[in-house]
């Protein structure tokens, strides 16, 4: 069963970087590709980031192109997406998803996702 904790959310401020952690419990890890989404207050949940299966492939959403960093650690079955240059349109909680093997933006084919975690961009 595929499980998904995330965390490294807080208060950051316009400018400032944070550094989020999903940990998967599944075996293989490398069955699956890992997507981060993120659901602001009001609005819908909207893709950010994913990883493929083996890490050759990462996508990312326009707005946080050049931001935001996705990796992969098969050995610790985590995936970092790492945050820089953030400001308040960033301000959402964040959520992991996985789904076998490809990357996608469609957020119901993702078969399990992770509690969420906050973060928050204000001075």
């Known amino acids: 069963q595929l499980q998904l904790v995330e965390s490294g959310g807080g208060l950051v401020q316009p400018g400032g970087s944070l550094r989020l952690s999903c940990k998967v419990s599944?075996?293989?890890?490398?069955?699956?590709?890992i997507a981060w989404f993120r659901q602001a207050p009001g609005k819908e949940r909207e893709g950010v980031s994913c990883?493929?299966?083996?890490?050759?492939?990462?996508h990312y959403a326009d707005s946080v192109k050049g931001r935001f960093n996705i990796s992969r650690d098969d050995g610790a079955s985590t995936v970092t997406l790492t945050m820089n240059s953030l400001t308040p349109e960033d301000t959402a909680v964040y959520y992991c998803?996985?789904?076998?093997?490809?990357?996608?933006?469609?957020?119901?084919?993702?078969?399990?996702w992770g509690q969420g975690t906050q973060v928050t961009v204000s001075s």
């Open positions: 990883i493929d299966r083996h890490g050759r492939e990462a």
């Open positions: 599944a075996a293989p890890f490398n069955y699956y590709a």
């Open positions: 998803g996985g789904r076998h093997f490809e990357c996608t933006s469609e957020r119901l084919q993702y078969l399990s």
